[in-house]
């Protein structure tokens, strides 16, 4: 069984390949990437024409969370590339000779990633060391009771960490060249850059980093709508939709939302909260930062 990490991947790729037609890519022999093209992967080109092409034929839910996140969307890209083609040399392209053209890749890369996560195993003694660990959490159930629901969870942890060595090992292994100008000029469009001009500000700063969807954040929003007016000039105030711009959530090693960063007017990272946080606490912890 694939986990929902993996699944979340399959179900992204398949999203990608929804266009009316299989788009190609033109080898090229360039060192480097410039003008249209956005990116080179062992000699096949990724122009700006044919991202904004799958951008556009992408769910609504997925142009949202790239919309301002082009730079992750074209890592994505690469990536599927390097799957499919990985996908074709062990040879999976012979199993799927009437598999219609729209949905051919996405089932090369379903059959690749399975592949890799069927091959997972969570041993008894990983169980037993996990149960043990946790077992004040759990109270008093008894092992046998959440042995399968802790097998479950250790498999996807083990198959979610199995697939992204894989993918990174292809990535090692490529011959990828990125258009930085065009990467740069993305990122200072995007909320790392506002995150960036608010850190370099001489100001304390608090970053929000949560989703329109959970209750707690929606709970913050007119709290942080408020500081946004009464601390203008003297504190930056920044909220940051996680599921739209994923990679800030990364990049800040994000593990629940809302989560709230603060810094202070060096730009550095001097506190974090995980929660619901209260007006009253975020306006002592930034007089606090300012004061220092």
Known sequence: MLSFKTFAILLFIFALWSMPKEP????TRKSHASGDTLAIVNGKEIKL????????SMPERFREEYENDKSGLLDQLIIEMLLIDEARKLGFESKLQDTDKKQKNAKLINMLLSTIATKVVVKEEELIDFYSTNKEKMGDIPFEKVKENIHEYLLSQ?????????????QKRADIVKNQKWIAKQEESGPGGLIKKALGSGMPSIVDLGSNNCIPCKMMKPILDELKDEYRGKANVLVIDIYKHRKIASEYRIR?????????????????HEGFLSKEEIVKKLDEIGDN
Do not use: C, M, W
């Open 49 to 56: 024409k044919y991202l904004k092409e799958r951008f556009e």
């Open 158 to 170: 083990k198959q979610d960490q199995e697939i992204n060595t894989y993918i990174q090992e292809l």
């Open 256 to 272: 629940a939302i809302p989560t709230q960063i603060f810094f202070d007017n060096n730009g550095k990272e001097v506190y974090r």
């Open 24 to 27: 190609t890519h033109a080898k």
